[in-house]
């Protein structure tokens, strides 16, 4: 209890706040590299996603790696990279971008793939292009799960962030880190709480969101 | 007018949906296909649109093979009216019907008006209008299915089996409604099903098909009905043994003395 009491006296302590070392810069920085990753995977994500869901092929060749890119260990592809790329914010990135791609691909898959079959059938019918179909139809059916995707890649990003200072950058990890080689534990139990504050703001955030999209398509088909 | 001529469908594990067919719709009237599930009219009917392309032979209409045309702009021309509704679950009502002329180019607006002057037409109240699909019963989504295929205003109307997901009861108040739009309207329809009652009510001329995707016979109801070809022929009317009525007083019945219809 000691050391909750701690971390927040440490949190309050002006001189941990504020500055290019203070704790609101790092969560600033921590968001922003999350943002930026999950931005990344969203690009490289969402038209795989489609174009898989769309055609109906080669669907076997995304479950199975998207799973193996899941059970990859975050911390060991940081320190691959590492060595690989130096010291810096590009090695950490890149394991983001790879930690989040998973679920945004699934989500972006998912959720064209689940449209369903009647109205793409009668889409097509009716003289819809195959891009009408997917953008009129299977994606605005598929938001829901596609967010759902982003939704889990942005908090496991958000989550893993910290291993960014592992390698030499910034964010909330610094503290997680300092703390650990100094045994300022009440450092590491503050930066543990901003970011698990962070990760409730940032899930809100995407509640709002998803309400949002539910309120603008209200389909109980889709309703998952 | 639309031709079938020769065509064949075969799919590559070897089934053969439809062989050497060869039939022609009439323009203004109604065509029923009719035939058991898997016979291969439903593949006949997407031929016309072009969602289905022949193995071999030639679909035209009005001397035009479909082949060669546009497949995007030849649907936009037809309409179609699928089973279970096919519409767009995110779409309300006006805008499941404005889909087409939408698609055209048809500023908003006017496809909207056009749309509820529409639902009128297929006995909708418009206050339906901003309704999601699911928010519709069964026969609702249909007339609403009917309404978006006459929207562009088509000459051809494709019908698969519109009315197959609906009680007995709607079913009927859709085929009158059907009948009422068609004396108005006179659109070239290709309609399939699987019920023979319905064809018979519906069609101005029939054809049935079996397995395998040819034609066993072809004719008005009442050409066909006098005249059964063959013994498939007359178990799919319920012209056999089984079927043969007579009459008790005031009651029709069946040789094993169940009532089935009166005496008007």
Redesign the interface.
Known sequence: MNYIIAAWQWLAEPVNMSGPNGWEARMVEHLWYTAVATVVACLIGIPLGYAVGHAHRFRTAIVSSTGAARALPTLGVVTLFGLLLGIGLEAPMLAFVLLALPSILAGAYAGVEGA?R??V?????????EW?ILFR?EA??GMPLLLGGIRSAALQVLATATLAAYVGAGGLGRFLFLGLKTQNYPMMVASSLVVVGLAIVVDLGFEIVDRLVRRS??????AS | MIEFRGVSKSYDDGTLAVSDLSLTAASHEITVLVGSSGCGKTTLLRMV?R?VTPTSGQVLIDDVDVADRN???????IG?V?Q???????RTTVDNIA??PM?RGTPVREARQRAVDLMETVGLDPSLARR?P?QLSGGQQQRVGVA?GLAADPNILLMDEPFGAVDPIVRADLQRELLRLQEELGKTILFVTHDIAEAITLGDKIVIVANGGRIAQQGTPAEIMANPVDDFVTTFLGLDESRSLHVDGDLVVDPSGRPVGRLA
């Open positions: 369903p009647d109205a059938d009668a889409a097509r019918a009716m003289g819809m292009t009408q139809v605005p059916l398509h209200p389909t109980r088909a889709v | 649109n969602l497949p995007v702009e030849l649907r936009r021309s179609y699928m279970n509704s096919g519409l767009l679950p995110h889909t087409v698609l999601y699911w978006r």
